[in-house]
């Protein structure tokens, strides 16, 4: 049984324009949700996370919105670049235990110049 | 931060011998995790490794397949035994420092 989904399975996005990514979970004991970005060879890096007390986090370009009701969140990126050519992966995991997290099945996003 | 180097990067190795991985952390952790990536897929995670306790499995993996040790507090190894085709996949470390978690570059394994 997969707890955390994650769509869509791939993305492409002109420059300039908006990505959005979406997960959802089932388990509600999970209080922390993650986003990570990995890069061919690499390991993936923390990107933004939220904790279900907010609807919204903002970095940057990148922001997280959060509905507690739906067990949903996603992961948006404004005025996506070519940089941000990557897989993306949604996680959830509790607040305590960040290590110990459930992915979701990824997401690969290109920008297009 | 954490900074977590795995060894080693890559490998290729012949069906039913053992490879085991090892994972240095920069400063001292409670727990250290390992986690597979299949070809294109998500990260499932294998094991919780504690210094001074046996492995926690999760469900699907076992400790004869998948022996980890953890002699210190900054240090891990994690081998897959008797290694098959299907045990192709990357392995990555990974530990929780705060509230976040910090993965190494991974360990690309090919089994032929």
């Known amino acids: 049984q997969q707890q955390v989904k994650q769509s869509p399975q791939s993305l492409i996005v002109q420059k300039g324009g908006i990505s959005i990514i979406n997960c959802a979970y089932e388990n509600t004991a999970f209080d922390y949700f993650p986003w990570y970005q990995q890069f061919p060879g690499k390991g993936p890096a923390l990107l933004i996370a939220?904790?279900?007390?907010?609807s919204e986090k903002k970095e940057g370009r990148f922001t997280i919105s959060f509905n507690k009701s739906a067990k949903q969140f996603s992961l948006h990126i404004m005025d996506s670049q070519p940089g941000d050519s990557a897989t993306y992966f949604c996680?959830?995991?509790?607040?305590?235990?960040?290590?110990?997290?459930?992915f979701g099945d990824g997401t690969t996003l290109t920008v297009k110049p | 931060s954490a900074v977590i180097s795995q060894k080693p990067s890559r490998d290729i190795c012949q069906r039913g011998t053992s490879l085991t991985i090892q994972c240095q952390v920069d400063s001292q952790v409670t727990m250290m995790f390992w986690y597979r990536q299949q070809p294109g897929q998500s990260l499932t995670l294998i094991a919780t490794?504690?210094?001074?306790?046996?492995?926690?499995?999760e469900s699907g993996f076992v400790i004869d397949k998948f022996p980890i040790s953890r002699p210190n507090l900054t240090f891990s190894t994690l081998t897959v035994s008797n290694m098959s085709p299907e045990d192709s996949s990357i392995y990555l470390c990974?530990?929780?420092?705060?509230?976040?978690?910090?993965f190494g570059q991974g360990t690309r394994l090919t089994v032929v």
């Open positions: 996680a959830a995991s509790m607040w305590t235990n960040a290590g110990k997290s459930t």
């Open positions: 939220i904790r279900p007390d907010v």
């Open positions: 490794a504690n210094q001074g306790s046996e492995a926690t499995y």
């Open positions: 990974s530990v929780g420092r705060d509230t976040e978690a910090f």
